[in-house]
């Protein structure tokens, strides 16, 4: 059986951080993994940020509620269920993802928890473990099983790097350029095209 390990964000769904910057205005919390590769900086700049501006926990979730799957994210996770075994790895919070997962009919996701005050203030987060997208991938080894993983920033290069095949989805100029020994694809046909040829590589 081969696992199909892929990013939340930028594959299956709209970058959460991006969406809150636009609706609230606050230009500072487009900065994604797609453009500061160390993770741990970027989310205290960002928590930084949410409280210099008075950015509660209900505020982004009144966001995440408004969002949808990518065009074309549903049908793909459907038709790669039915071939694969599918975890989705990701570095969001089970905080906001969950309002979404309703809408991709509740897929297998690890992810990480905030913090959050009595005041509803988000204070800290609270990593599963670090580098969890590729210790994932390590156990899945451990296990036997052959994986596959798609992503699309700095902080899926691990998992990708760990994984048997790993594949970048519509990323960004300087990931893909930093990292060309992974096959690109900027559409879910050509996603698709590619875990078929990895896998019969795997076989």
């Known amino acids: ?85 599918v975890i989705i790895l990701s570095d969001t919070f089970y905080q906001f993802s969950m309002p979404l997962m309703k809408k991709l009919d509740f897929p297998a996701l690890f992810c990480h928890d905030l913090i959050v005050s009595d005041d509803d203030f988000i204070t800290d987060y609270k990593l599963r473990i670090k580098d969890s997208k590729r210790e994932a991938v390590i156990k899945f080894r451990e296990l036997n099983f052959k994986t596959i993983a798609s992503g699309d920033s700095y902080n899926d290069i691990s998992m990708l790097k760990e994984a048997h095949k790993g594949i970048l989805f519509c990323p960004p100029d300087n990931v893909k350029n930093e990292f060309p020994q992974f096959p690109v694809a900027y559409n879910y046909d050509v996603l698709w095209d590619e875990f078929i040829k990895a896998e019969s590589q795997l076989s």
């Open 1 to 85: 059986m081969v696992l199909a390990c892929l990013d939340l964000e930028g594959v299956f769904l709209p970058e959460i951080w991006i969406n809150v910057a636009d609706k609230t205005g606050v230009k500072e919390l487009r900065l994604t993994t797609r453009d500061i590769s160390d993770y741990d900086k970027l989310m205290k700049y960002r928590l930084n940020i949410l409280k210099e501006k008075n950015i509660k926990l209900k505020d982004i979730i009144d966001v995440i509620n408004t969002l949808e799957p990518l065009d074309g994210a549903y049908n793909f996770l459907q038709r790669l269920k039915e071939r694969f075994q």
